[in-house]
């Protein structure tokens, strides 16, 4: 991205967010975040159609981030799925502030976990989005009531219920039968 375009989405971001501690974004318009960002309205059309949408830009970076994060393959499934649910938890506590508008008001917070735990198995799917469901529920909750755990106690509790859905022996580092 160049430097001028990168500037103004900066400019428009620090606008978005001096107003959205006076009010909520539903009723922030194109025409005051424009005139607080000191830009036109032309300039704005050109990235973006409504307000939320900068929100969404925000949010969708953080969750591609994320979902390259939880996608990286371990040699070891067990420490590999700590280890991504750990950064899964660290990324979302230090955008929490974005996360916690986007959850709010942007967007339904269940589609950024759905395709992080597809396979090919169907009875897996299903185990995995009852698992993406609660994941989204947790982190929802967690976010919206301002991080009240660490994002390390969060990350094991959704690390041992992953462990224990997927019928991992958490002990013996044992996945069906397999010993890691």
Not at 32 to 55: G, H, Q
Not at 83 to 103: A, G
Not at 143 to 160: F, H, K
Request: proline share 2%.
């Amino acid at each position: 991205m160049n430097k001028r375009i990168e500037k103004t989405k900066q400019e428009l971001i620090k606008a978005l967010y001096n107003l959205l501690a006076e009010k909520s974004i539903k009723n922030i318009t194109v025409s005051e975040l424009c005139k607080k960002a000191k830009i036109n309205r032309t300039t704005f059309y050109k990235y973006y159609s409504i307000p939320v949408d900068i929100l969404r830009e925000l949010a969708d970076d953080v969750l591609k981030r994320t979902r390259d994060i939880v996608m990286t393959i371990y040699d070891d499934p067990i420490r590999g799925i700590k280890v991504s649910m750990l950064k899964y938890c660290q990324m979302l506590y230090e955008n929490r502030e974005i996360m916690k508008v986007y959850m709010l008001y942007a967007y339904d917070f269940m589609e950024i976990n759905r395709s992080l735990f597809i396979t090919d198995n169907v009875k897996k799917n299903m185990m995995r989005r009852f698992f993406q469901g609660g994941v989204s529920a947790i982190t929802v909750h967690w976010i919206l009531e301002d991080c009240p755990q660490s994002p390390e106690e969060i990350a094991q509790i959704l690390s041992d219920y992953l462990i224990r859905i997927e019928g991992w022996d958490y002990t013996a580092n044992r996945i069906n039968g397999i010993i890691y």
